[in-house]
């Protein structure tokens, strides 16, 4: 017998009182579920719950695990594309702060010149004028420098020139702002030196190359490689003890100086305002008489002046 020929055949139930029906029951079903999921007590649905869960985990992982890989590409392509950007941002900036770093380097290296020359100091003092190498004239056998620095600033011609590391050479001509080094190097230029180790007595001539001869050497082995050259002071147109250079052997076995000036550019010079070695001595002691400080000679004896008197 079918369905629509038992006795609820011609039942006919409103749908909003249907509806109104489920709703109530279900509201008492959450109210009943609230009320019974209490932690402090036991719960008759807790076996429920608890499969529900244990089956929800790998459940809910398995699902999760794709949403993770997307989110893990998706960081990974952002930072991808970022790190490109930032790459791209870096080297415009590096690019941008090159020139500032050379300018840095270059403005150091001044500065160390600077304080390199500044720190000179002669014993005993002689005056120092500063000046900066402006022109380099060079030829077979000519070496000579300009200088920013000339009769205005007290130089006179036969003035040392010198740098941080020793001597340059000397003032051949000046103007009221320039001034012409001859260096040491030129043919023309003539030092007397003497040997650190031995005090032996020498000419420094230069002839052209980087390195000068050093000529008329007194003694016999006064002189090796390794010595330490300065200048001898000798005839009075440069101080004693200015630093020259290291004596070298060279190819054609002559003598050779290996110039301590030759050790930086020569940019930067000081010009000692030597004339003579009276600016190396207090005046009051040169013009004091002779033996000042000696006790007066004592009377010649009697029997001496009859032994005199009879020779004559």
């Known amino acids: 017998m079918a369905f629509r020929d038992g006795p609820f055949e011609n039942l006919k139930v409103p749908l909003v009182w249907t509806a109104v029906g489920a709703v109530v029951i279900g509201i008492v079903a959450a109210v009943l579920l609230l009320l019974s999921d209490r932690r402090d007590g036991a719960s008759p649905y807790g076996a429920v719950r608890n499969g529900g869960d244990a089956a929800a985990g790998p459940v809910g992982g398995i699902l999760a695990a794709p949403v993770r890989f997307v989110g893990s590409v998706s960081d990974a392509i952002g930072g991808y594309f970022f790190a490109v950007e930032e790459n791209r941002r870096l080297k415009a900036e590096i690019k941008e702060l090159q020139p500032w770093r050379d300018q840095a380097i270059a403005l150091k290296n001044v500065n160390a010149r600077y304080e390199a020359m500044l720190g000179i100091r002669t014993e005993p003092a002689v005056p120092l004028a500063r000046a900066r190498s402006i022109s380099d004239a060079r030829g077979p056998f000519a070496r000579a420098r ?125 010009v000692m305002k030597f004339q003579d070695f009276s600016l190396l001595v207090p005046p009051e002691v040169l013009s004091a008489p002779p033996l000042a400080g000696l006790p007066d000679a004592p009377p010649p004896a009697s029997g001496s002046t009859a032994v005199a008197g009879a020779a004559r």
């Open 146 to 270: 300009l200088i920013d620095a000339g009769s205005a600033a007290g130089i006179a011609v036969g003035h040392p020139v010198i740098n941080e590391h020793g001597l340059v050479g000397r003032v051949i001509g000046t103007s009221g702002n320039v001034s012409r080094v001859l260096l040491v190097t030129d043919v023309a230029s003539r030092i007397p030196v003497l040997v650190d180790r031995t005090d032996a007595r020498a000419m420094l001539t230069g002839d052209g190359s980087g390195n000068p001869r050093l000529e008329f050497v007194r003694g016999f082995g006064s002189v090796q490689s390794g010595d330490r050259i300065l200048t001898s002071g000798d005839g009075g147109g440069l101080p004693r003890g200015l630093p020259v250079g290291v004596v070298a052997r060279g190819i054609d076995r002559s003598w050779r100086v290996k110039l301590f000036s030759d050790r930086a550019a020569i940019d930067y010079v000081s």
